[in-house]
């Protein structure tokens, strides 16, 4: 059973800089793509960020130049790098890894953007 934790949330400032991370039990090459989403209180869960495994990435418009998504192989693990976080970053952070035919959902981690 593949299982991907997440870590790196929490309370920050306006401006200031937070990293997640999503730990895979197995190798994060067995995945198709793996990315990032959020939901904020009373929205539908959005897409954020996505590398696919040969290596192009893909933001939502509104992280676009603020956030990066990035992989460590050799941890098994996808970082997301989020930089001039605003008020409206304000979300339930959820890693996904997707194969061919499955799909796989972490726990989430909050991340709370507030002065």
């Known amino acids: 059973q593949v299982q991907l934790v997440e870590s790196g949330g929490g309370l920050v400032q306006p401006g200031g800089s937070l990293r997640l991370s999503c730990a895979a039990s197995?190798?994060?090459?067995?995945?198709?793509?793996m990315g990032w989403y959020r939901q904020a209180p009373g929205k539908e869960r959005e897409l954020v960020a996505i590398?696919?495994?040969?290596?192009?990435?893909n933001y939502v418009d509104s992280v676009k130049g603020r956030f990066t998504i990035s992989r460590d192989s050799a941890e098994n693990t996808v970082y997301l790098q989020m930089n001039s976080l605003k008020l409206e970053d304000t979300a339930v952070y959820y890693c996904?890894?997707?194969?061919?035919?499955?799909?796989?959902w972490g726990r989430g981690t909050q991340v709370t953007v507030s002065s």
């Open positions: 996904n890894g997707r194969t061919a035919n499955l799909e796989y």
């Open positions: 197995g190798s994060i090459f067995s995945f198709v793509s």
């Open positions: 590398i696919r495994r040969s290596g192009p990435t």
